[in-house]
Each structure stands twice: as structure tokens, then as C-alpha cells.
């Protein structure tokens, strides 16, 4: 079965430290991963995608990391600031080879993160 | 940069009653893709669509219908609305490994 998990459900951390975000998947045909962020009652916003043969990707403050041999990739967020309070979810991307070349997203239940000032 | 569109942002609706949703797609993506997502819960895969042709079929139900358009917008039609429909549901199109999602539709349904 395909299936994406997160870790941990729900993290609070202070205003200015540093958190990191798992997330382990069992997605095959594997066609790539994604970090999204979504704020309550809005669609998710893409952090980074990375595909097989990519171990790390940056954006900003957010670094992401993927190792395909264990299906796990986690999210590192540097510096975090109060509006980084969000659902982080993880999203893996399925290869289906049919007509049109249709693919499936998977998602995880997502990171709960809340930045205390 | 255009994004994915969707109209309206909120609906309320009553029991029994039908609505439409619109979703516009980015220019010369290929692919929209329907999601619900109820309260605290993941994202279910309703349907997508390629190339105007529906190419993939997820958990919607049958009271709920969709179809691409020749301008590629899509448009997700629900009829005998039920208090358990009550959800945001947002689309996403791709081209290739783009997806981006859009800020979906708020439906409450009373």
C-alpha cells in the first residue's frame, strides 16, 4: 500500500530555534517529494521538490533532505519565525504509466508546528 | 507568476442543494487534479483530468461529477448536498513535476 508518514503530529518550538521534520514513505513507482506548507483553511504552497537523485534541496530557511534508499526525507527549518506556525505536509508523487501520463499524489498527515514568541 | 485560481473562495450551501465549483488551472499545464479535505483530515484524491480527458479516479462520490473544459479550466459539480460534504476542497494542476495547488474552495453546507 502506499503510504506516506510524518513525524512528529504536532511540534512547538520558541521563535528563533531550529526544527527538523520527518517524513517516510512506502510510494512506488516513486516519482518524486515534496515539502509543502499549509496555512489553516488554504491550499498547500510548494517548499521543494526533489526527485530520486537528489539528496538536498534548499529554499530560503527551509532545507530538505532525501534519501531514497530508506524512503525518508526530512525538512530543516532554520531560524523559525512566528508565521512559520503551519501544517507542514509531505507529499510523494506516484508514476502511473497510462494513457496520459496521470500522476498521484500521496500525502502525509502532515506536521502540526507552532512558534511561540 | 499566475497561480491556480479557484472560485469561490467560500460557499454555503443547504442540505440537498447543488454547487459548483471552478478551478483554473496555470497556463499550459496539463493536468488538474480535485482534492477534499475535511477538518484535521488529509487530502482525499477525488479525480483529475488530462488533456480535457479525465484520466484518474479517486474517492468521489457518484452525487459529485467533474469535467475539463477546452480552456482547461475544470469544474466540479456536487448535487444533493449532505452536511458531511462540508470541507475544503482545492484543485491542483502540472505540467511534468509542477504541481501547484490553488487556495481551494471553503463549502459549508447547513
Known amino acids: 500500500k502506499n503510504q506516506v508518514e510524518q513525524s512528529p503530529q504536532s511540534l512547538i518550538i520558541l521563535e528563533g530555534k531550529n526544527c527538523t521534520l520527518q517524513?517516510?514513505?512506502?510510494?512506488?513507482?516513486?516519482?518524486?517529494l515534496r515539502w509543502y506548507k499549509q496555512d489553516t483553511g488554504r491550499g498547500p504552497v510548494s517548499l521543494t521538490i526533489?526527485?530520486?537523485?537528489?539528496n538536498t534541496k534548499s529554499n530560503g530557511r527551509y532545507t530538505a533532505t532525501l534519501d531514497a534508499d530508506t524512503k525518508q526525507s526530512s525538512l530543516h527549518i532554520t531560524a523559525s519565525q512566528l508565521s512559520d506556525s503551519a501544517s507542514y505536509i509531505c507529499?510523494?508523487?506516484?508514476?502511473?504509466?497510462?494513457?496520459?501520463?496521470?500522476?498521484?499524489?500521496?500525502f502525509g498527515s502532515g506536521t502540526q508546528l507552532t512558534v511561540l514568541p | 507568476a499566475a497561480g491556480v485560481i479557484q472560485s469561490p473562495r467560500h460557499l454555503i450551501k443547504e442540505k440537498r442543494e447543488t454547487a459548483t465549483l471552478k478551478c483554473y488551472p496555470i497556463p499550459r499545464h496539463d493536468t488538474v487534479y480535485w482534492y477534499q479535505q475535511g477538518p484535521g483530515q488529509d487530502p482525499q484524491f477525488l479525480i483529475s483530468?488530462?488533456?480535457?480527458?479525465?484520466?484518474d479516479k479517486g474517492s468521489i462520490p457518484d452525487r459529485f461529477s467533474a469535467q475539463q473544459f477546452s480552456d482547461y479550466h475544470s469544474e466540479l459539480n456536487m448535487s444533493s448536498l449532505e452536511l458531511g460534504d462540508s470541507a475544503l476542497y482545492f484543485c491542483a494542476s502540472s505540467l511534468y513535476e509542477g504541481y501547484t495547488f490553488g487556495s481551494g474552495t471553503r463549502l459549508t453546507v447547513v
Open positions: 483530468f488530462y488533456e480535457k480527458m479525465q484520466s
Open positions: 517524513c517516510n514513505y512506502t510510494v512506488s513507482p516513486f516519482s518524486n
Open positions: 526533489m526527485t530520486f537523485s537528489e
Open positions: 507529499v510523494v508523487s506516484r508514476l502511473r504509466f497510462s494513457s496520459g501520463s496521470a500522476r498521484q499524489l500521496t
